[in-house]
Antibody
């Protein structure tokens, strides 16, 4: 059974870079045709897809965030990471990492981690 | 970008009743790439339906999905107490992946 766990600072200052890591257990980030994604949810609001890294290492980002987002993978640690630069209060959200198959949908999610942008 | 519009915003029903939730897309979505999720407070979303009509592993058969093109529906045949939650549709066939704004199913 695949499990995902987000980790990283819960508080980030405006203009700084938000960095989160998703540790995957029960499966490999580098095998199978899977998409490893970051999705966020501002408090009391809906879900926003940030982007994914494919098992092959290719990436795809939401154009609304593309200039500030980097998703990378560390196969030796079976982790993938999110960096979001130049954050503002609008980036305050619960950040989820999630996994989907080609046509399956996001069947596996981390529990989410709240990141607050504030000085 | 494909915009998904869910209706109604809130559905007030009693346990045992049937719930019908709508998801309308701004342009055609391949049925293979339309999913429904359930989210309860403080929890991550849970995949219910993928490919517009296929139930995910472990999902009770009171949940069903249908539709094609730009109009999709999630039906809960008989609401159980644990079904009161927020439901989101999502398309993942076109980049960027997008979610609807959600429908809250609340106890009447």
């Amino acid at each position: 059974q695949v499990q995902l766990q987000e980790s990283g600072p819960g508080l980030v200052k405006p203009s700084e870079t938000l960095s989160l890591t998703c540790t995957v257990s029960g499966g490999s980030v580098s095998s199978g045709s899977y998409y490893w994604s970051w999705i966020r949810q501002p408090p009391g609001k809906g879900l926003e897809w940030i982007g994914y890294i494919y098992y092959s290492g290719s990436t795809n980002y939401n154009p609304s965030l593309k200039s500030r987002v980097t998703i990378s993978v560390d196969t030796s640690k079976n982790q993938f990471s999110l960096k979001l630069s130049s954050v503002t209060a609008a980036d305050t959200a619960v950040y989820y990492c999630a996994k989907r198959g080609y046509s399956y949908g996001y069947g596996y999610w981390g529990q989410g981690t709240l990141v607050t942008v504030s000085s | 970008e494909i915009v998904l519009t869910q209706s109604p915003g809130t559905l007030s029903l009693s346990p045992g009743e049937r719930a019908t939730l709508s998801c309308r897309a701004s342009q055609s979505v391949s049925s293979s790439y339309l999913a429904w999720y359930q989210q309860k407070p403080g929890q991550a979303p849970r995949l219910l339906i993928y490919g517009a009509s296929s139930r995910a592993t472990g999902i009770p058969d009171r949940f069903s999905g249908s539709g094609s093109g730009t109009d999709f529906t999630l039906t809960i045949s008989r609401l159980e107490p644990e079904d009161f939650a927020v439901y989101y549709c999502q398309q993942y066939g076109s980049s960027p992946e997008t979610f609807g704004q959600g429908t809250k199913v609340e106890i009447k």
